[in-house]
């Protein structure tokens, strides 16, 4: 089992950039591949992005690629979330979630590929 804890969320203008942080706890961080989702109010969960085992394939969503980047540090047993030129609409609560896979590469875009979740962290951008 593993533990996620969310970090790094806040109120920001639009334009500017966070770096959401989730540190993993408990069993090894790099049997897991790792995701980002996001949930606004009254709408469901979506997919933001995600990052293999080894850090080597990633995927984005349409409305934040070019913008936000996945990166991890297995050494720290922490996945990052750089967020740039942040829009209005990408306010919601951010989650990360952790899925154990035995291939190195492999990435996954659905929320029921994850086994497990942080509680969130808030990002609000106001125009």
């Known amino acids: 089992q593993v533990q996620l804890v969310e970090s790094g969320g806040g109120l920001v203008q639009a334009g500017v950039s966070l770096r959401l942080s989730c540190a993993a706890s408990?069993?090894?961080?790099?049997?897991?591949?790792m995701g980002w989702f996001c949930q606004a109010p009254g709408k469901e969960r979506e997919f933001v992005a995600t990052?293999?085992?080894?850090?080597?394939?990633?995927y984005y969503a349409d409305s934040v690629k070019g913008r936000f980047t996945i990166s991890r540090d297995n050494a720290k047993n922490t996945v990052y979330l750089q967020m740039n030129s942040l829009k209005p609409e990408d306010t919601a609560v951010y989650y990360c979630?952790?899925?154990?896979?035995?291939?190195?590469?492999?990435?996954?875009?659905?929320?029921?590929?994850?086994?497990?979740w942080g509680q969130g962290t808030q990002v609000t951008v106001s125009s």
């Open positions: 408990g069993r090894s961080f790099s049997i897991y591949a």
């Open positions: 979630a952790a899925g154990a896979v035995s291939n190195i590469v492999t990435i996954f875009q659905r929320a029921y590929e994850y086994h497990y």
């Open positions: 990052i293999s085992r080894s850090g080597g394939n990633t």
